[in-house]
């Protein structure tokens, strides 16, 4: 028996040894991965104006030149625009001109702030505004003005097809713009001819006589014949204009007819219109009554209250996995929703993979008869059950400590979280099934995010029950939150099917 403590005490040292080197390992890592130090760095604080923040969230970084100098502090509502308020490490600068920019590491990464400085010599203080900000582009609106633009192109297209459209006047059209390109061709000609007799001038008196000359004689040739192709030319053009004034007359017969056909329709319309602002008929008595007007303005701002809220509800969604060392258990699995109505409060709803179940004691008592002669003895067995277990719990937020109370496990308890390292590490405590004789089931964990949506996980539970060695396990997790899959999703084109 006392071997059997002895090597029992022996393994649980080496285990526990084991448990605290990773331990160590991971603290240090994700130290040297954030940039940790000891203490909240100083600082002071500057606030920017911006039309539209989607993504950009606390602790988002503040970069100059690539280089992180501080990070969002609050975001808040003011007048229809967001305000953003910026921690700026001591020793960092921005000066009075600056330009704070939102940006977007990759594809699917993280918003930040951008800070280019200006050329002022004066820089800003504690509690001062960066005037110039630029928001990220909203795709959508641009899509949805280039579609107008659109639109009014093929209108114009179209009003010009009609005016310009049939056979004749393209060809008068084609012709008028073959007697510009010759006519352009002989200017060219005479223009050179006149630069190299001008030039000639100069050489001396009696040349310059005899080029005048030829000159003259050639713009005697040339510019009949130019004068009476200008001619054709403007009255092809007329005639032009005057079958599309002719066409122009005929849209307009056609739309008085139209609208004298339509003139009984509209006046029908207009009767109806009367009789409802009198009150008769079911919709006349519907609009004109104002006690239903009432109840219906009412009705339709409760459901943009509702609305509201439900927008603003956030969705938080973690897996993790673990393996189990001790007690050879294999992987233990975790799935949670965690809903935020708003930041100080949360439902939790997840579900359990357990390889073990849930450990119970059966007691049966044997009884048997032999002769005169009654034995009776009592057999104790441990019962697994309920290895799918279901976690229900409400949470309450206190700034970076957390309160949880509820189902954990199938089993009423409560639990504690408390973050630090900037968000970026999370120590949790939590206890159940506080009805077991062999003492209630507690469960350490600790945390730490490399990344913004992955982590490991390492920690010990069961570790007060007397029965048993405690269970040590080490694993990894991902999480993410329903703005982080609408950003994603954001960035996936709509695929359309050709029939």
């Not at 699917?108 to 010599?121: C, D, M, P, R, T």
């Not at 509209?266 to 609009?287: C, Q, V, Y």
Request: proline share 2%; net charge positive.
């Amino acid at each position: 028996m006392s071997e059997y403590k002895k090597q029992l005490i022996s393994t649980e040292a080496k285990v526990g040894f084991f448990s605290l080197i990773i331990l160590v390992i991971l603290i240090f890592v994700s130290i040297k991965l954030t940039g940790w130090k000891w203490g909240e760095r100083k600082g002071y604080y500057l606030y920017a104006f911006f039309d539209n923040v989607e993504g950009l969230s606390r602790e988002s970084p503040v970069v100059i030149a690539g280089i992180k100098i501080g990070k969002v502090v609050d975001i808040s509502l003011v007048n229809d625009r967001a305000k953003v308020k910026i921690k700026i490490f001591d020793k960092n600068r921005v000066t009075s001109d600056a330009q704070a920019i939102i940006r977007t590491r990759g594809i699917l990464g993280e918003k930040y702030i951008e800070i280019k400085n200006g050329s002022s010599a004066v820089f800003l203080e504690n509690g001062d505004t960066i005037k110039k900000t630029l928001s990220p582009p909203d795709f959508e609106k641009m899509i949805n003005e280039m579609s107008v633009i659109t639109v009014k192109l093929e209108e114009i297209v179209s009003s010009l097809s009609g005016v310009l459209g049939g056979k004749e006047n393209k060809q008068k059209l084609s012709e008028i713009v073959e007697n510009i390109r010759v006519s352009t061709e002989e200017f060219k000609t005479t223009i050179a001819d006149l630069k190299a007799k001008v030039d000639y001038l100069y050489s001396g008196l009696r040349p310059s006589i005899k080029n005048i000359r030829a000159v003259t004689g050639i713009l005697k040739e040339s510019l009949p014949g130019m004068v009476e192709k200008y001619n054709n030319m403007m009255k092809q053009l007329g005639e032009v204009v005057e079958n599309s004034s002719k066409n122009i007359d005929s849209s307009i017969k056609q739309l008085k007819e139209a609208m004298n056909e339509f003139a009984p329709a509209l006046e029908d319309l207009r009767n109806i219109l009367k009789k409802m602002r009198e009150g008769k008929g079911t919709i006349g008595k519907l609009l004109t009554d104002e006690t239903t007007i009432t109840k219906l303005n009412s009705s339709i701002d409760k459901v943009d209250k509702l609305l509201k809220k439900v927008e603003d509800i956030q969705v938080k969604i973690d897996y993790q996995g673990e393996y189990q060392i001790k007690r050879d258990e294999g992987w233990k699995s975790y799935l949670n929703f965690e809903i935020y109505p708003d930041r100080s409060k949360s439902y939790i709803f997840g579900i359990v993979n357990d390889p073990v179940g849930r450990e119970t004691w059966r007691e049966e008592e044997i009884v048997t008869v032999s002769g005169n002669q009654t034995t009776r003895r009592v057999v104790k067995e441990k019962v697994r059950e309920d290895k799918l277990k279901v976690n229900i719990e409400y949470a309450r937020h206190f700034g970076d400590f957390t309160v949880r109370g509820g189902i954990i496990q199938n089993s009423g308890g409560v639990g504690f979280d408390y973050t630090f390292l900037n968000n970026h590490a999370m120590m949790s405590l939590e206890g159940f099934d506080f009805g077991r004789k062999t003492n209630p089931y507690l469960r350490f964990r600790l945390a730490i995010w490399p990344w913004k949506y992955f982590y490991i996980v390492g920690g010990s539970s069961d570790f007060i029950n007397y029965q048993a060695s405690p269970i040590y396990f080490l694993g990894a997790g991902i999480n993410f939150t329903d703005s982080d899959l609408k950003y994603i999703f954001s960035f996936v084109p709509s695929v359309g099917v050709s029939k």
